[in-house]
């Protein structure tokens, strides 16, 4: 029962990642019409906000020691932080919390990102076929993981958490279970808010503000609203800047647990186009109600009992979901008739 | 059957004279070695293949590396089974990779547009996943599948003692490693060829080309065009399959990396570079492909060095330390940025290039409108 | 349909090829000095003789193949006697002495193994038969390693490996023409069980995590293995897909499984991140019958852990070779690499940096460059002086036998580069094994 349970919520934590990675996908696709490969890179971009922030907080003074060496034989380097220096134990502090500073440095970045991107690249390619879309895109992701590989490296970065929330959580207390019958680590559950906050957000924005009603009268018929005389180019803009926005800070919020790496986007971009395909193609339910139902999917794939079960099954659900779900529901969940049909 | 129109025709000829004389025009290049000229040859004859699909019909499938796939493992067993003969390699990886996409084409041809490539993706990547894990006793993994000393082998055993060392795959005597290897994939390029250039003449390649301009309309005038499709995404997986069966031919061993979705990836950034729907486009997009590949890859600072000797010393390394960041380790991002530019300022791929070249310098621009409707835009 | 093949023989095929090159206008292959004068592929005939270095410059290990690059460079200069000689002045018994090869410089060209089989063997082709590298080197994975080394046994290239640990590469998948100097995963099971049994003690419930490929099930296997011999009980085995990212679904059903030890059979980027999330998910801090919960990564590197950051902390796990090493040998190199470099060399460093001397060494000793010979020249040779003490190349199976360090995650670290301390060098007698328990075979000498 317990085991059920944690695996539950651990397809809930998941869950609400994907659902958040996905986001972003699909409004692009929903309002402006583009498949956008290089989404998956927009989130690695934003997980390495977190990165180059933390290491401009940690940024040291170099000096050489004139008398001692190094055991490699190289004069010995004597590090002060600057932080430290100039800021005392409050360098300290915000070292300690750079991962959530980040996300507020990341709204910025991200959504200035997003707009280059969509000025400089992307509105050209409104009218263009989707495969060509890919193309342009791809290669985007292709160039945006080696310029970040270029100045990260390869190897994956640790980011620590801040250390008030580095344990796990004993949430079987608060439902009178025994201790340590389920616990699970803080950051996850302050993930799994902080999606359901941006998600709730998001879905506000468009449903509450008349920029959000513009833009969704823009994803069910664009050239009336065109024709009405609305500027939909600008909003455009700033409906690609808000997506790379929500990618970014994922990104930024997810470093502590996956350290992040250049490769990142393409690990994510199969499994966020996966979800957007399940919840169907333009639709924002559709994609959150796919993000949860993969994610806890794939955490019961996992289980040993389930694989002793189906040998390998956890090596192919999320295609296997995929395959299913289209083949039953052509659209996905919650699809529109005629998205990408032709 | 075996005519063309003249203006094929001659296409075909260019096409395997072209082919045939790789080992000499590309000398200069550094590109003339048996590894190189395989690799041309049968990423040639996958994109022929892939062609026929997209090309033709416009369904973009993400999962054409997985027949690659069971091409290779198909030819390997085959090797491993009864002989080291190339010929029944190749044949079973036809087949067999033809079944395969029979299975998976029934299935993701029911839908169309991005909902058929995630299909065909979600499959190949099934593929992929199993044959690295849980498959490996067919698969052998990570590591490959390979020959062993220890191999049945039934017919050549049939007739001949074991050898010590591993034994070698031939063609009647021919060692397929080597430039016999090369010429055997050359030939069949070529005949693959010529046989889409009949399919692309032939009344089923109209009817293909039909559902790529408007499937609707197809289906009203009262055709089925499932079979149509399913025959042209069968085939097109055959050819991926032949093309894995030379790949095994050609050096025994079969990965499973050859079937994940970069590679399906790959293969459709070759068609796009080249030129979708133009015969030779794709066979151009992928030998530029392997040979970037093969040169960018091959760079490191010493070759830089010696290659910018000739400036300042400090200019150079300036220099060096720059183009470092394009080629060897960094031959991705060239290859990142070669696809935006030739997405966005030649949309129709290098084939489209070449004409745009020629009408500008040869047409004085006359033949301008008459270029859109022969280009041939990737549908959605 | 077969008969054909008959008395065609490599060799044949060899001769036809050099024909083909004369015919295009390439120099033919001349013969050269000595009595072992003998017709080989890429026999160099000229003042300099190739090395061809595969090592992955793109992908999850390319920070790995960078340090790969930089020691065979380095190992090229000694070689060629520039820079202070690093470990030509170690090395017992020691022909080189930085007059080249058999007096020829050595030159070198790279390629990217992009850690796939498939890349891999393209770019070892490219340096064979365009390049004329007399040799490949290199590589941060058994899969690369096993499919390069079977194909430069087809070509009758010697292939001395970089970085891989699978029992496969000197076990199953053996070749005559391969030779590895890093240990796997059988010693790395043989060297940790008396160190965990002394730690933990020898009632433990342990409870592994395996990457799902050929690597993960065989040091699994040598774990479960060796974990068991000491009086440990394994709880469950439960394999993960390669690269899954996440791994928080495989960790919860360990929380409540009643095992106390974890064993994380992940490389690279799986490690990184299997570790990183199993702590968070607080293992660390709890207790299973009555003891703390331990995790053990059976094979650590330096350049992998740093991506775990602090999360390594105390955590035990095995490896080749550690720049902190004392011996003469590894002072050397450790010298002459933060000399050229600035930081440390990591153990795929290392090791490359070996082989390519052991390579030279072999040739000078052999007095030829012919494969069969150098090979013969490399089998059953006992060195010291280059890190890990006394050394041998098992002639049955052509892997080392050397000392293995079990390390465990630095509590204090002095430097970024201090993460491994060494718990122990365990001496090379407890690591061995018999040649034949793993099969396959060496195959012979001669290509034929």
Not at chain 1, 64 to 74: M, N, Q, R, V
Not at chain 2, 230 to 256: K, W
Not at chain 3, 61 to 76: F, I, N, P, Q, S
Request: with cysteine; proline share 4%; aromatic share 12%.
């Amino acid at each position: 029962m317990d085991a059920i349970l944690i695996q539950f919520l651990n397809g809930l934590d998941k869950g609400g990642a994907y659902a958040l990675i996905a986001l972003g996908l699909t409004l692009v696709f929903g309002t402006l019409g583009v498949v956008n490969f290089a989404h998956g890179a927009i989130f690695m971009i934003g997980s390495f906000v977190a990165v180059a922030f933390r290491q401009l907080l940690t940024l040291e003074r170099v000096e050489l020691s004139e008398t001692e060496l190094s055991p490699w034989g190289t004069a010995l380097e004597i590090r002060t932080p600057y932080a430290l220096e100039w800021f005392g134990d409050f360098g300290n502090v915000l070292i300690d919390y750079s991962v959530p500073i980040a996300v507020l440095l990341a709204i910025p970045v991200m959504y200035l990102l997003g707009v280059l991107m969509e000025r400089g690249l992307i509105k050209h390619f409104y009218k263009r076929p989707h495969a060509e879309q890919i193309l342009v895109t791809f290669g985007l992701a292709i160039v945006l993981g080696e310029v970040a590989r270029t100045f990260f490296g390869a190897n994956p970065i640790p980011q620590p958490m801040p250390e008030a929330v580095r344990g796990a959580a004993d949430i079987g207390i608060l439902f009178g279970m025994a201790e340590h019958a389920v616990t699970y680590p803080w950051w996850r559950l302050i993930y799994f808010v902080f999606s359901l906050v941006v998600i709730g957000a998001v879905f506000a924005f468009l449903r509450f503000t008349t920029f959000g009603l513009v833009v969704r009268a823009g994803m069910s018929d664009r050239e009336t609203v065109g024709l009405l005389g609305i500027n939909i180019n600008r909003r455009f803009t700033i409906v690609f800047g808000l997506a790379a926005v929500v990618a970014g800070i994922a990104g930024v919020m997810y470093t502590p647990l996956l350290p992040p790496t250049y490769s990142l986007g393409m690990d994510f971009l199969v499994l966020s186009f996966v979800v957007v395909v399940v919840g169907g193609m333009g639709s924002l339910p559709g994609a959150v109600a796919a993000g949860f139902l993969l994610g806890i999917l794939q955490s019961f794939a996992a289980m040993t009992e389930v694989k002793a079960i189906f040998p390998g099954i956890d090596q192919v659900i999320i295609y296997l979901v995929a395959v299913v779900i289209l083949l039953v529901r052509p659209r996905g969940l919650f699809g529109r008739k005629g998205v990408m049909e032709n | 059957m075996l005519t063309l129109p003249k203006k094929e025709l001659i296409k075909f000829v260019i096409f395997a004279v072209v082919v045939l004389t790789m080992p000499v025009w590309l000398t200069p290049f550094g590109a003339s070695y048996p590894g190189l000229l395989q690799k041309f040859a049968i990423y040639g004859l996958l994109a022929v293949g892939f062609n026929i699909l997209f090309g033709l019909t416009g369904y973009l499938s993400f999962g054409h590396a997985a027949f690659l796939g069971v091409g290779s493992y198909a030819a390997v067993w085959s090797f491993k089974l009864l002989t080291m003969n190339a010929i029944p390699a190749v044949v079973f990886a036809v087949i067999l990779s033809g079944l395969f996409a029979l299975a998976i084409g029934y299935l993701s041809l029911r839908r169309s547009g991005i909902y058929f490539s995630i299909l065909t993706l979600a499959f190949a990547q099934m593929s992929y996943n199993l044959a690295y894990s849980v498959l490996t006793p067919i698969t052998n993994g990570e590591t490959g599948l390979q020959l062993t000393l220890q191999d049945p082998r039934v017919l050549d055993l049939a007739f001949s003692e074991r050898e010590a060392g591993l034994p070698i795959v031939t063609l009647f005597g021919i060692d397929m490693a080597g430039y016999g290897g090369f010429y055997f994939s050359a030939v069949l390029l070529i005949a693959g060829f010529f046989i889409a250039q009949k399919i692309t003449t032939s009344p089923f390649g109209l009817v293909l080309k039909g559902i790529k301009s408007n499937q609707n309309r197809m289906n009203y005038t009262g055709v089925n065009t499932r079979p149509y499709t399913l025959a042209a995404f069968v085939i097109s997986g055959m050819y991926a399959g032949l093309a894995g069966g030379l790949l095994a031919v050609t050096d025994p061993l079969a990965g499973a990396e050859r079937m994940q979705w970069t590679a399906s990836g790959e293969l459709v950034l070759m068609t796009i570079l080249g030129g979708v729907g133009t015969m030779f486009g794709p066979v151009l997009g992928a030998w530029i492909m392997k040979y970037l590949e093969n040169i960018f890859s091959a760079f490191n600072e010493n070759v830089l060095h010696g290659f910018f000797a000739f400036l300042p010393d400090n200019l150079e390394s300036v220099v060096v330390l720059i183009a470092s960041k394009f080629v060897g380790e960094g031959w991705h991002l060239t290859l990142g940025l070669m696809f935006v530019f030739v997405v966005v300022f030649l949309p129709g791929g290098l084939m489209e290039g070449y004409r745009r070249f020629v009408n500008r310098f040869f047409n004085g621009g006359k033949a301008k409108a008459e270029a859109p409707d022969k280009q041939t835009q990737p549908a959605e | 349909m077969s008969e054909e093949k008959k008395g065609v023989s490599r060799r044949r095929v060899l001769k036809t090829g050099a024909a083909g090159l004369v015919a295009s206008g390439v120099a033919p292959m001349v013969f050269t000095r000595g009595a072992w004068a003998q017709e080989f592929r890429n026999n160099p005939t000229g003042a300099e003789v190739t090395l061809g270095f595969n090592v992955p410059q793109t992908g999850a290990y390319a920070d790995e193949g960078a340090d790969e690059l930089r020691a065979y460079t380095l190992a090229v200069k000694h070689l060629n006697g520039e820079g202070d000689g690093g470990m030509l002045n170690t090395m017992q018994p020691g022909s080189l002495n930085g007059n080249g090869i058999l007096g020829k410089k050595v030159a070198f060209v790279t390629g990217d193994t992009q850690t796939k089989s498939d890349a891999a063997r393209d770019s070892a082709r490219r340096m064979i038969e365009r390049d004329g590298a007399l040799i490949i080197t290199g590589g941060s994975s058994s899969g690369v390693a096993v499919a390069v080394q079977a194909l430069c046994q087809e070509m009758g290239i010697i292939f001395m490996a970089g970085l891989t640990h699978s029992n496969d590469t000197t076990g199953k998948d053996k070749k005559r023409c391969g030779f590895r100097h890093f240990f796997n995963a059988y010693m790395s099971g043989a060297a940790l069980a008396p160190v965990l049994a002394a730690e933990y003690g020898t009632d433990r419930q342990a409870y592994h995590l395996t990457a799902d490929y050929n690597w993960g099930w065989t040091q699994e296997e040598s774990l479960i293995n060796s974990t068991e011999a000491i009086g440990w009980q394994t709880t469950s085995a439960v394999r993960t897909p390669l690269g899954a990212g996440d791994f928080s679904q495989y960790i919860t059903p360990v929380l409540n499984s009643g095992a106390d030890v974890l064993i994380l059979n992940h490389y690279g980027k799986d490690m990184v991140n299997s570790l990183t999330q199993a702590i968070q998910f607080g293992l660390k801090d709890r207790q299973a019958n009555g003891k703390n919960i331990e995790i053990v990564v059976p094979l650590f590197s330096r350049l992998m852990a740093q991506g775990a950051g602090e999360n390594i902390k105390g955590i035990l796990g095995s490896t080749n070779w550690n720049w902190s090493l004392q011996d003469a040998g590894s002072q050397a190199f450790v010298k002459s690499f933060g000399a050229e470099y600035g930081f440390p060399p990591s153990q795929a460093a290392h090791t490359c940096y070996v082989q390519a001397l052991l390579y030279a060494d072999a040739c000078e000793r052999a007095g030829t460059f012919y494969p069969p010979e150098v090979i013969r020249a490399l089998e059953g040779h006992l060195f010291d002086g280059m890190g890990n003490g006394p050394t041998e190349y098992r002639a049955e199976d052509h892997q080392c036998f050397k000392d293995v360090l079990v390390v465990r995650g630095n509590e204090n670290p002095t430097s970024q580069f201090d993460l491994l301390e060494v718990v122990q060098e365990v001496p090379r007698a407890q690591v061995e094994y018999d040649a034949s328990i793993f099969g396959g075979e060496l195959g012979p000498y001669e290509v034929s």
